[in-house]
Every structure is written in structure tokens, then in C-alpha cells.
């Protein structure tokens, strides 16, 4: 095993507050060894981002209570001057942020600003720097690096200023690297991308990463080592193989059990039940306890130490190595990770003979307009462009697709918050695109939306319990002496304690604060709910709860959904049929299982290879179709095929042919039709993949 290039021993990080002492990291000790990756897991607040900004130096003894060591190569960072320290960041340990966008000066043009972080630690001049900020522009793959050099972040894409943020932090070539988050808000090809990106350049420079994150999958794919942390403890740390086959702490085994997998069958979740502990009222004992349902009697009254069990697997929990052994083997085994991957087709729900929801024809284009005083019409931006979609009762309809293909467009055309450009919405059987006033008031008691973001959707200055009752007092079916009570049965229905009717929302979790926001959905209780990306937000186990409680109350009351998201692991989970969108059109439309199984359209295969598994023996085996670039602008889409210019199939079908054009000219002249490509499927493909899983198939 390789030696510790960086050594974190005994750490603790305490915040004191108006309120109490924050707990945030609380004696975690662990090593990154030479060469490999390091995950590190956990729920939102475990302490996974605050331990690494310590290593930085980026949480000081002025804010906190800092003790214990941080050795880079032997050498205690926590005990340096800060003008040393300053020469270990960036040069020797660098750090790629969640958020690019909040990482980089929006002032200042991305190449300066590499060449800043170059300056700041080689002497050399202005133009030596400028070079290399564009050859390592270039070399983390943004085409036309001189040019981009000179732009601002706004213009980058989402995938690019992560790929500028990572350049930034390479630029010295450091023996650490520490990734925070890195692809959370990234489409998954996007994500497979940077991953892959982070994983080549490792491996080029030698250098350590720290790949900080939630998502089980992409550290089965990326990680040798990890780290499980809750409330600010290290809770199990083992090689990949231990944590995922062999797991110790029930904390493991609940995160590990919530993931809604892409690999299996559609069954239901099994969260961890509670929500993480306050870090000011940490429970005694061990931590976890309260959610814990094997917890006893000592594990009530004695904090558990992490003591190995075999080599470098350790873990934190009084339960008998022998009956951690056994546990593990049946939670591996319920996981299906010992067996074959074979995925199972879910049977539709039985569809109606009339839609609930009928799309037309949708189209939906911004205006683009130039000059404050005589504005000319330049262009159009076409977020949706020509859409025919049914929706049948008590049925759940999945959207998938990258940022900026029209799904959540589409999602307020459905609900009349946009209006169309071209085409109809019908809705159990009536034409409401042109209704206004009290018609469409009307109608909307029908259909509910629950939006993405649940803290930007609830309005911070009303109680929980005025939120939830405005559609009663808007639409005058309760009357007003009943509405409260009517509230409280929302909240109970939907996990909330009814006691908390007068809280704000900021006294809520973020799982609770989607729960908010379906129960104000319910409130009326529509035929129809649009679920905007209902879940990306949340940890597993919260997203576990919420995408529980969205079926039960789907079998409770007849509900029909359109589900958005660009997970299509949790697509799977939750849908019967699945519509996958592409610059503004749907380019495949399937039931479920037949999609997941037997993918006709090349995006969605280039889709499904991107979802990360969490088994690092599949994911090892899985078949990677890689797309290169970013989406297409929609103010100019490209002609024919909108998906030739990224599409594989299309570049390797012209390179058999003998062609001299990168792409097949079918493709790149003639639009293709949404057309049956099998008893269950349609696909808008000239040349449709044949009939081979994507999921669990070795590279050829």
C-alpha cells in the first residue's frame, strides 16, 4: 500500500455560536496515500467539507477552535506561518470548489486569472503565465483555449468552468488534489466527463485526490479509499471493496440501501428513518444512535471508538465484528450486488383510453431583442420545438435530459405557466391553451407543480402553516374555520410534525422543506403534479424519503406525474414510461424497462453509460459511451440530426463508410421522425442502436 502523502490526525473544529459549539469536525483521523483517491461520503453537515477547508487553512483559529495535526509530508500545516501556508495552497495542495461560478471573479477574464494563481507562486512573466494558463486550458479539453482564455465566466457553460476551475488548480502541478463536490450540478454526461478528466490527470501527474461527495456511484467508479463521516466523526474507513461489499456501521449500510440503483429492478427504497443530528446537541453515545435500529443499550451511553477489523477497514460501532460480518453479507446480498445484472422490465399501468394531458405540436421560443430604446427582434431562443407528448391517468412520465434541453420549459407549458408559441395543451380532453381568467384559475386546481428549488419556492415571510393553506384561501374550497385544521392533516400526511404549523421555512431541513412544498401541491388535491427536479438537491436518504412518500401518496390518490430530472437512476425508479429530450425535442420515448434495457437512440445510451454505479465491479465492466462537447446553442440548432454533431454512432458509421465528412450526411441534412422502433419505443433515429444493454457490458 502507498505511503500518506497527506495525514489528518485527531482533527477537531469547533464553531462557537451565539446558540452553543458547533461540532463540525469532531477528531477524525485519515490518510491520502500517494497516487490514489480518497472518497469521502456522508449526509449534508457530517463535517466532510469543513475538515478539508481546515487542511487548506481556509477556517482558521479566528473562527473556530482548531486542534490536532495536519502532516503534508510530515510537516504540520495547522502549526505554519501563514505566508508558508500560502506557499503549500495552490502550489503543493489545491482545491476545486462546488460552485465555479462563486469560485471565479466575475470581473476578471478566466485566463488571467489562472495566470494569477500561476504568479502567485513561480516568478515568472506576465506572458510565460498567460501561455500556460492556455495550455492548461487546452489540456483539461475547452476547445479554442486562446480564445477562451480571454472570456469571462458567464460566457463558460457549467461542464467548462468546473474544466477552468481544474485547470486553475493543476497549473502547479500539486501532489494533492481536493475536490468539493465537483460534478453536483452537472448533467451526468457533464459529470462523467469532469470524472474522468480528474481521474486522467491523476494518473499523468501523480497526484492525490480527495473526492468529496454524496453520490455512492461516482466513488465506487473514481475512489480507492473511503471515508464515511457522520456528525463531524469518521464512522468506517476502508478500501472501496470493504465499504461497498463488506460495510461495518449501519450508517453504511442505510446510505448504501437508498440509493435508487440504475442496475436493478424497480422496488421501493429503504431510507435511513430521522434526519442527522444537530451539531450543538450532538446525542451521547454514539451519534447515530437515534437512527439506528440496532442500536442497544451501551450504544445509548458510550461513544464508539474506530477500531480496524481487518488491516485498514475500520470502523465505529459496538455491535460484534461477527455480527457486523453477517449483517453485511444480508445487506449485500438484499442489495443484489453478489448477482447477476439483469434488468427487469416494470409493467406499464394500465393506460386509459383518453389522456389526461395531450400534447401537440409544442413549440415555446424566447424573443431575442436588441437596443434599450428601438428594440429589433434578433432571434429566438427554441426551448421547446415541437412536442407531442400523452400523459395517461395515474401513470408517471419521466423527462430526462442535459441542462438546457426543454424539460423544465415544457414542464410550465404543461401548467400554463408559459404560454405556447405553436401547438395545444388538452387537459382531460379540453383545450386549454388559449384560457385565461378565471377559466385557467379554474384548471389549476387540477394540476400542481413541485418545484426544484423548495427554499426559493416558499415564501420566507409566511409560516409554514399559511403556505401550505394559501391555495384554500385562493381557490375558497375550505371554509375558513376549517382551513387550519386541513393543514395539519397535510403536514401529518406528508411526514410533517403538525405542531410546527407556525415555523418558517428556514427552521426546516432541506428534506423538509420539499415535503412544504408537495404538501401546498396536494392541497387541492389535483389529478395532476409536475415534479420539477423534486430531489437533486437532497442527500440520498432524504431523497430516499421523498421519492417514498411521492409513490404512497400516488397509490393513495390516484396521483398522475410528470417527474423531471436528469438522474436517471431515480427516473427509473419512479416512472412508467420515459420521455428523453434533446435540444427542445423528444428524441426517445419508451416504457421504462424497455429503455433502460434496450436503449434506440444514441443519447440515451450515451445517458445511461453515464449514470454511476455503486459497485466498483460493475462499474469497472460498464461500457462508457463518451459525448464530446456541450449542447448546442437553441438559438441556432444544427441542421438534420440536432444530435449529430456529438453523436458516436453517426462519426463511426461515416469512418466505416469510407466517408470524408465527420458525419453521415443523413444525419446532418435530414431531421429524423419519432418513430416506432419496437413494440414499446419510439426513437427519432436514422441508424437506432441495436438490440444491447448498456448497463454491465464490458468494453469491446
Not at 500561476?118 to 483555449?145: C, S, T, W
Not at 475536490?179 to 497526484?207: C, G, M, R, S, Y
Not at 454514539?286 to 440496532?294: K, N, S, T
Request: aromatic share 6%; glycine share 8%; proline share 8%.
Amino acid at each position: 500500500m502507498a505511503e500518506p502523502v497527506l495525514e489528518i490526525r485527531d482533527l477537531v473544529v469547533h464553531f462557537p455560536t451565539d446558540d452553543g459549539i458547533v461540532r463540525a469536525v469532531d477528531g477524525v483521523s485519515v490518510a491520502v496515500r500517494a497516487g490514489e483517491t480518497l472518497g469521502v461520503v456522508g449526509e449534508s453537515g457530517s463535517g466532510k467539507s469543513v475538515t478539508f477547508l481546515t487542511v487548506m487553512g481556509l477556517v482558521t483559529s479566528r473562527q473556530a477552535r482548531i486542534s490536532g495535526q495536519v502532516l503534508y509530508r510530515g510537516q504540520d500545516l495547522l502549526a505554519l506561518p501563514p505566508g508558508e501556508l500560502r506557499d503549500v495552497r495552490g502550489r503543493r495542495i489545491s482545491m476545486i470548489f462546488q460552485d465555479p461560478m462563486t469560485s471565479l471573479h466575475p470581473f476578471y477574464r478566466v485566463g488571467a486569472q489562472i495566470a494569477e494563481a500561476i504568479r502567485a507562486h513561480d516568478r515568472v512573466p506576465k506572458e510565460e503565465a498567460n501561455r500556460r494558463a492556455v495550455e492548461m486550458l487546452e489540456r483539461v479539453g475547452i476547445p479554442r483555449p486562446r480564445e477562451r482564455a480571454r472570456q469571462y465566466p458567464h460566457e463558460f457553460s457549467g461542464g467548462m468552468r468546473q474544466r477552468a476551475m481544474i485547470a486553475m488548480a493543476l497549473a502547479l502541478n500539486p501532489d494533492v488534489l481536493i475536490a468539493d463536490e465537483p460534478t453536483t450540478a452537472l448533467d451526468v454526461t457533464v459529470q462523467a466527463q469532469i470524472l474522468d478528466l480528474i481521474n486522467e490527470l491523476k494518473h499523468e501527474f501523480n497526484t492525490s485526490v480527495v473526492l468529496i461527495t454524496h453520490d455512492l456511484g461516482v466513488v465506487a467508479e473514481h475512489c480507492d479509499d473511503i471515508m464515511v463521516m457522520y456528525a463531524g466523526k469518521a464512522v468506517e474507513i476502508g478500501r472501496a471493496e470493504d465499504i461497498y461489499y463488506r460495510p461495518h456501521h449501519p450508517y453504511t449500510w442505510g446510505l448504501l440501501s437508498s440509493i435508487a440503483r440504475l442496475d436493478q429492478a424497480r422496488e421501493r427504497l429503504e431510507p435511513i428513518p430521522g434526519l442527522p443530528p444537530s451539531l450543538i446537541n450532538v446525542p451521547s453515545g454514539c451519534a447515530f444512535h437515534p437512527r439506528c435500529r440496532y442500536a442497544f443499550d451501551r450504544c445509548r451511553t458510550e461513544v464508539p471508538a474506530l477500531l480496524p477489523a481487518d488491516g485498514f477497514h475500520a470502523s465505529a460501532c459496538h455491535l460484534p465484528l461477527e455480527e457486523k460480518e453477517r449483517i453485511a453479507r444480508e445487506e449485500v446480498v438484499a442489495r443484489g450486488m453478489s448477482t447477476s445484472v439483469e434488468p427487469t422490465v416494470t409493467p406499464p399501468a394500465e393506460q386509459a383510453t383518453q389522456p389526461l394531458v395531450r400534447l401537440r405540436g409544442i413549440k415555446k421560443y424566447f424573443p431575442i431583442r436588441r437596443g434599450i430604446i428601438f428594440q429589433r427582434h434578433v432571434g429566438d431562443v427554441r426551448a421547446v420545438d415541437g412536442v407531442d407528448l400523452d400523459v395517461f391517468p395515474g401513470e408517471t412520465v419521466g423527462l430526462v435530459g442535459e441542462t438546457g434541453c426543454g424539460k423544465s420549459t415544457l414542464a410550465r407549458v404543461i401548467t400554463r405557466l408559459h404560454d405556447v408559441t405553436e401547438g395545444t395543451v388538452e387537459f382531460e380532453g379540453r383545450d386549454i391553451t388559449r384560457l385565461k381568467g378565471e377559466e385557467l384559475r379554474l384548471i389549476r386546481r387540477d394540476m400542481q407543480m413541485v418545484f426544484q428549488d423548495p427554499y426559493a419556492s416558499l415564501n420566507p415571510r409566511k409560516t409554514v402553516g399559511s403556505i401550505i393553506a394559501e391555495p384554500f384561501r385562493l381557490h375558497r374550497t375550505v371554509p375558513k374555520h376549517r382551513i387550519a385544521d386541513e393543514v395539519k392533516q397535510l403536514m401529518e400526511l406528508v411526514g410533517l410534525n403538525p405542531e410546527h404549523y407556525n415555523r418558517y421555512p428556514y427552521e426546516f431541513s432541506g428534506g423538509q422543506r420539499q415535503r412544504i412544498g408537495v404538501a401546498r401541491a396536494l392541497a387541492l388535491r389535483p389529478k395532476l403534479i409536475v415534479c420539477d427536479e423534486p430531489v437533486s438537491a437532497l442527500d440520498v436518504s432524504i431523497q430516499a424519503q421523498i421519492l417514498n412518500l411521492l409513490e404512497d401518496l400516488q397509490q393513495e390518490f390516484n396521483l398522475t406525474y410528470v417527474f423531471i430530472a436528469h438522474d436517471l437512476s431515480v427516473v427509473k425508479h419512479v416512472s412508467d414510461r420515459v420521455a428523453v429530450m434533446y435540444l427542445g425535442k423528444i428524441v426517445e420515448l419508451a416504457e421504462g424497462g424497455a429503455l433502460y434495457e434496450h436503449p434506440r437512440h444514441p443519447y440515451t445510451g450515451a445517458l445511461l453509460s453515464a449514470v454511476p454505479i455503486p459497485d466498483p465491479h460493475l462499474a469497472a465492466t460498464k461500457r462508457r459511451i463518451l459525448l464530446e462537447g456541450d449542447v448546442p446553442s437553441p438559438i441556432d440548432p444544427p441542421a438534420g440530426c440536432r444530435f449529430h454533431p456529438r453523436c458516436p454512432r453517426s462519426r463511426a458509421l461515416a469512418r466505416e463508410q469510407g466517408l470524408e465528412t465527420d458525419h453521415v450526411p443523413l444525419c446532418s441534412q435530414t431531421e429524423p421522425e419519432l418513430v416506432p422502433q419496437g413494440p414499446s419505443q419510439l426513437a427519432a433515429c436514422h441508424f437506432p442502436l441495436e438490440d444491447r444493454r448498456i448497463v454491465g457490458e464490458s468494453e469491446a
